[in-house]
């Protein structure tokens, strides 16, 4: 527990530290590799409770997706158990992270900032959007939060990855079903 307490101690400071900063809304480009990109909240920093960069800046993710292409965003909770968030687009919302159970501070789970562990722990909240051709930009909110003597702690971290893929052709489709007609033709006349 020490450790954790410590961590703590020091996050605070680098919080502290942070505030001293100019604040400014940042937006960040998203690229479609299938790479974490990662994005704080801290209540001492921004009073909204809204997705925050190094700097304390409120951050959006922005990114667009192609005709004839599908992206899948994946949103997790990182660091600390417990904690949930509201996903917006262009400040409307896009869903919400599955609901998870209220964690403790000191009895929390802590898998840092390893979000595909995270995403693999269920008592890590997630999201997982699949989006259409078009333009996005991508923010948040933290909606629950992890508790540290008995009081929201109102501070996290999170990750959110895309990736983009083609859609199929209806060509590709009829061309799949003949192959499978043709398939089941020919184990057809085997067994005659």
Not at 60 to 75: E, N, P, Q, S, Y
Not at 81 to 101: A, I, M, Q, R, Y
């Amino acid at each position: 527990m020490n450790n954790k307490r410590t961590r703590l101690a020091l996050a605070a400071f680098s919080i502290a530290t942070a505030f001293a900063l100019p604040a400014h809304a940042s937006n960040a480009p998203l690229p479609s590799d299938n790479q974490w990109n990662t994005f704080s909240v801290d209540s001492a920093l921004d009073p909204s409770l809204a997705w925050i960069d190094d700097s304390g800046s409120p951050l959006a993710f922005d990114f667009t997706i192609g005709a004839g292409f599908v992206g899948t965003l994946t949103v997790v909770d990182a660091v600390f158990n417990g904690d949930t968030f509201k996903v917006t687009n262009f400040g409307n919302l896009l869903g919400s992270t599955s609901s998870v159970p209220l964690a403790d501070f000191d009895t929390a789970t802590d898998h840092g900032f390893d979000f595909d562990a995270a995403l693999a722990d269920s008592s890590f909240s997630h999201a997982v959007f699949t989006l259409g051709a078009g333009s996005y930009r991508i923010g948040g909110f933290l909606d629950q939060s992890l508790l540290f003597d008995g009081q929201r702690l109102d501070a996290t971290a999170g990750g959110l990855r895309l990736s983009v893929a083609a859609i199929p052709e209806p060509s590709t489709y009829a061309m799949l079903l003949a192959g499978l007609g043709i398939v089941g033709l020919l184990v057809r006349r085997r067994r005659s």
